[in-house]
């Protein structure tokens, strides 16, 4: 696959805003293997990495946008390989990863945004969201019931919850991640999208393989029998959610190397369009280090 056609294949796992997704029928779990070969894509990869690293120091240099990363997907989709391979040649110093689990009470006492605000990511700060904001529309949704220990008026029981409730929801995250964008702040959302087929593979090898026994848990199974209502609740928040200023990119997520390939390259793509540049320095700040260059070279080398 040339350049170009990659690029124009990155394009099409874009959603676009006020697409109505299907999953099975607009994004595939697999990619076509004669496209690309693995050390095609092994190379692609390591240039990807290389241009994030010199962007990321540029980034924090010009101190003027920050960047957060949101991965989502079913158990066993690959996040955490994809943001231990993608982000390994980022200064840790100017990246955080937060993984949010089960919210605290505190967290409940709160709109469930609130725990997502005080982890983004600063000016020249790279934030990576492993799992989101978007859990308040994704698992509350296939479970309604963890809605009520939210406390909210109005909710007292599942009934009480109508399919208004989950387009306001949609409004309210929309808005959120506006106030982001207009700030400064490049989002870039990532669904992996890995079939049922292989996420049984994959729980198949962490049972059976003793050093990713502490990777398995029995709920993950458990929840496989709620994948068709995921999918649907996964198609519904695409749709309503993915914007200009915020886009989702649904990646095949059935061979981790093409994962982590398409994850590099578009957060590369996008990256660049901001054109971080490193601080001009004036003219009195060049002199000014003229004179500590020559105060330096006037030093003994014994000193």
């Not at 406390?151 to 929801?169: A, M, Q, V, Y």
């Amino acid at each position: 696959m040339n350049h170009l056609a990659f690029q124009s294949y990155l394009d099409s796992l874009r959603v676009q805003p006020q697409q109505k997704v299907s999953l099975k029928k607009d994004f595939l779990t697999d990619y076509d293997r004669k496209s690309m070969s693995k050390e095609e894509g092994e190379q692609l990869l390591a240039e990807g990495i290389q241009n994030l690293s010199l962007m990321q120091d540029k980034l924090y240099a010009h101190n003027r946008h920050s960047i957060l990363i949101v991965l989502q997907a079913m158990d066993a989709a690959g996040k955490d390989g994809a943001i231990k391979h993608v982000m390994s040649g980022l200064n840790p110093q100017g990246v955080k990863v937060t993984s949010f689990k089960t919210p605290s009470k505190e967290e409940l006492d709160h709109d469930y945004i609130w725990r997502h605000y005080k982890a983004l990511p600063g000016r020249g700060e790279i934030g990576i969201f492993n799992r989101s904001h978007y859990e308040n529309v994704l698992v509350t949704r296939v479970h309604p019931e963890y809605i009520l220990s939210e406390n909210l008026p109005g909710i007292d029981k599942p009934e009480d919850i109508t399919p208004s409730f989950w387009e306001k929801r949609f409004k309210q995250i929309n808005r959120f991640e506006r106030n982001l964008a207009q700030n400064g702040t490049l989002i870039l959302k990532f669904f992996l999208h890995v079939s049922k087929k292989e996420q049984k593979k994959r729980f198949l090898e962490r049972i059976d393989d003793p050093s990713k026994n502490w990777k398995f848990s029995s709920a993950d199974v458990e929840e496989r029998q709620f994948w068709n209502q995921y999918m649907e609740a996964y198609e519904d928040m695409l749709s309503a959610t993915s914007k200009e200023f915020a886009p989702w990119f649904v990646l095949p997520a059935d061979d981790k190397w093409f994962t982590r390939l398409c994850l590099a390259a578009i957060i590369s793509r996008e990256f660049d369009k901001l054109d971080p540049t490193y601080p001009i320095v004036s003219d009195a700040e060049k002199a000014q280090l003229q004179m500590m260059r020559e105060k330096l070279m006037q030093e003994s080398n014994g000193d």
